[in-house]
């Protein structure tokens, strides 16, 4: 049960109006799924409270070579699209019967083009966005195009093309809708927020731009989008920082920003530093930032400590949380997700979840 | 009708010639005019002719390491169908009319030499940032391109590498922009298509390598060696070579194989060498005297050696090469040896060291006995045999001021264990100096007296090293200074199951006559190299 109120607490704290199907009755008979992929071909849908794969799904007609990257999952927790194919393509799979509902090639006859992580649906499960990089197959050279969004229609199913593409910045790790979608963020050099119809800029959150006196440009590869849970996105980032006697130090510290509210926050820890891989804010607790890489760790955004940190057993890329702020999924790497105590940071389970290996393919968080 | 020679060492297969080094350029059908027809044929589909050429193919120049690199990609990528001799045809051509000349590869030849130890000192910032992040510098330095042709270079890396923007080293900058804007123009300042060099030397005459040489050398681990090679031709830039290698610590090796002259100068062999299978990579002088360079294990790059060579026989010019060891101490008399082709006449040692008597005399090798004066100077004598000088010879000392580990950058990398790739050693070895006039240590005047024996001991480098007990698990060090690195793979006994990586502190004793003198390096224990193609 509180679980449930939890959730209900968390839904109504964000404003999620827009998220109309979760009725209280219908959240009451919704429970946390986490969905990942494996390779060489498996989506994987787990039961968290269970601690079981309720389903293993394969993707169709796809190059084996690599792991998938990018992965989100519809509000509704009914399809999940992941970036598979040497990431040339991307494909909805339905989380029920494991068809492939929606297939968009990426790449033409004399275009190649590739997807990372950047890729969300948006709150009314109707639109997908995925940032494209292009390039042009010319006889005895490759000519390098403007990246941009491809917007499609979700129902479009097999052989879908978009609807519409946004111009859109280089090097974009992360695409997130707002909870309204009157935004689309796109994290690139900065967090840009763009109009998702027209693709136009109406707004810019300063990352490397951004400028505090004696800190330098802060770092960060954020390729593991998991800001579902609080509709925040979150970042770990490194930071140089010279003091006034002109001692420098690294310093490890979380950039968020509300979806929502379009507002950001951040803090660097304090003490030793960490190497944090990904973050994740918890729901119910906000000021909580969880951190994964081979330490787990928990900060206070709001004051920059760092509350605790314990050792993981190996390498981990990313961390997602339940809807009650109560667990943690540690997953990426090989193919195990391991669960953990918000509150004390201790291990509570393992979930082996596939036989090969999830590598940097997103780890999401839906409800059904 | 050679074309069968290339079953006698056969080519890697592409995949892995893709990852692994020194592709035995061995295959033997390299005629000029079927040459000219497989361009046409195979590679001209797609590149064009234009204007300058053959699009990209007549805008650039590479080394043999660095053809065989690209036509490799384009059988792999590009369904390109090449037999090995068709292979070996095209590089040869290519390098042959479209390489480097012997000027123009000199700067990083530690590179073709697989010499990956030191470290490099970037001719140019902005080239650095954007090629040598990911690349060693010097594989940028041992291509010529044209302006155009680098900035296509760009346009491929992004199209083939999209991550290239995002990842670590080229997500602090607007990467693409700087890449495809300013840094072809510096490229083409720096390394363009256009050069007097190439245009001289392919007005140069070629040289043949055949004939009797005299070899001298040194093999970390081993010590200077001295020997015979006979090479003999087989026409069309194709050799056969036949070695005998002395050591001075006694051990005997012979060594043969086959040979290709590329570009009229580079000289790449595959030999049996003792037990191993050797790579050499060598430079023949443009007068054809000399022929130098470094020979490795294939697969174990960091077992190898220098290598020198002059001719030898009757008619050769007098050479003295090597003297062992290379160093007295002052108020000491002990035997010393010198190596060299066609010695004859008095043997000096040079200032405050006297010739007591001379031991055993040869054209090849002398060895005399030597007393250096208790009061001499401290420095590098010049020795002479007859008329034959070598300026750095013999060095005097009073005492060992200070000892360093060579090499100067020690990277093992964990292997074996059943997995594909072999462990990759270091040989640690001490090399002697004294101060110089200035008396101080680490200063331009030092003066470097040669490898001493040490003691070799390991330890963690830092207090995480010693927390994760890196020295445990990370490899050990043998008393010849050897280091053999651990087992690959993730190791369960180990902090999160962590790999045997490690960071460690190599430490030498060198103990001079009861002066003990010690010094310490950090190794780095890293991954399996999984990408190592013939260029880094």
Known sequence: ?368 | MRAHSASVIPLRPLLLSMAISAVPFLAQADTKGAAEALLNSKCQTCHLPTDKGLNRIDESRRTPEGWDMTIVRMMVSHGVELTPEERQTLVKYLADTRGLAPEESAAHRYLLERDFTLIEQPKDQLVADTCARCHSYGRTGLQRRTEEDWRKLVHYHVGQYPVIEIQQGGRDRDWWEIASGEVPKRLDKLYGLDSEAWRKWLQHESVSAAGQWRVVGHRPGWGAYEGQATISSNGDDHYSIKLTLNYANGKQETAEGKAVLYTGYEWRATVKQGDMNVRQVFTLSPDGQTLSGRWYQAGIDAIGGRFEAVRDGKEAPARLLAVEPSYIKAGTTQQVTLYGSNLSGDVSLGEGVEVLKVVERGTGKLVVEARAAAGAKDGVRAVKVGDSQLDKGLALYQKLDYISIEPDQAMARIGGNGGAMPKIPVQFESVGYANGPDGKPGTADDIRLGYFPAKWTLDNLNAYAAQLKDAEYSGRLQEDGLFIPGDAGPNPKRKFGTNNAGELKVTAVVDDAGHKVEASKPLVVTVQRWNDPSIR
């Open chain 1, 1 to 368: 049960m509180n679980n449930n109120k939890a959730t209900l607490r968390t839904a109504l704290a964000l404003g999620a109006v827009s998220l109309g199907m979760m009725s209280q009755l219908a959240l009451a008979a919704k429970k946390d799924y986490l969905v990942t992929a494996a390779r060489p071909d498996k989506v994987v849908v787990v039961d968290a409270a269970e601690r079981k794969v309720v389903n293993t799904f394969t993707i169709p007609n796809t190059a084996k070579g690599n792991s998938v990257a990018g992965l989100t999952v519809s509000r509704d927790g009914k399809v999940a699209y992941v970036v598979h194919n040497r990431w040339e393509t991307v494909s909805g799979i339905d989380l029920d019967t494991g068809k492939e509902v929606f297939r968009a090639e990426l790449s033409s006859p004399g275009i190649r083009g590739k997807a990372h992580f950047a890729i969300d649906v948006s709150p009314d499960g109707k639109e997908l966005a995925v940032h494209v990089s292009p390039t042009k197959l010319k006889l005895g050279e490759y000519e390098v195009q403007d990246p941009y969004i491809a917007v499609y229609d979700t129902s479009a199913g097999i052989g879908a093309e978009p609807l519409r593409k946004l111009p859109a910045p280089r090097r974009t790790t992360t695409l997130a809708y707002s909870p309204d979608y009157k935004r689309l963020y796109a994290y690139s050099w900065d967090m840009v927020v763009l109009d998702p119809q027209t693709g136009k800029q109406i707004g810019v959150h300063p990352w490397r731009s951004w400028k505090r006196e004696g800190y330098g440009e802060p770092d960060t590869l954020s390729v593991s989008p998991q800001f579902e849970q609080a509709n925040e996105f979150a970042t770990p980032y490194f930071i140089d920082y010279t003091d006034k006697n002109g001692k420098k130090v690294t310093k490890a510290g979380v950039w968020s920003l509300d979806l929502a509210k379009d507002k950001v926050r951040f803090s660097e820890f304090e003490g030793e530093l960490v190497m944090p891989f990904s973050t994740v804010i918890n729901p119910v607790r906000r000021n909580e930032a969880y951190t994964a890489y081979t330490q787990l760790t928990k900060n206070d955004i709001d004051t920059g400590k760092l509350i605790k940190r314990v050792d993981l057993d190996h390498t981990f890329y990313t961390v997602n949380v339940s809807s009650d702020g109560k667990e943690l999924y540690v997953g990426g790497t090989i193919n195990e997700i391991a669960v953990y105590d918000t509150e004390t940071l201790e291990k509570k389970d393992t979930i082996i979840i596939s036989e090969g290996d999830q590598v940097l393919s997103s780890m999401r968080m839906v409800q059904r």
